[in-house]
């Protein structure tokens, strides 16, 4: 089983740092509303949990120069 590094800070409420091996993240946001990720590489993600068994993603990616 491989290793993986990943680590999460909350910075303010609703705005947490995420950061693992190769890339850093910003997501703002609260769980009783969608949430907005935005990648070092460039991805973009939007992101809302729904009730039950059910999720919503949609992820855009930009290119970088």
């Known amino acids: 089983m491989p290793l993986t590094f990943r680590k999460?800070?909350?910075i303010l409420p609703g705005v947490r740092l995420n950061i693992?091996?190769?890339s850093w993240s910003i997501t703002t946001g609260s769980s009783k509303g969608p949430r907005y990720t935005r990648s070092s590489t460039g991805r973009r993600t939007t992101s809302?949990?729904?009730p039950g068994p059910?999720?919503?993603r949609r992820t855009s990616r930009t290119r970088r120069h």
Request: cysteine-free; proline content about 0%.
């Open 20 to 22: 693992n091996k190769k």
């Open 54 to 56: 059910f999720g919503w």
């Open 48 to 50: 809302m949990d729904l």
């Open 8 to 10: 999460s800070f909350r």
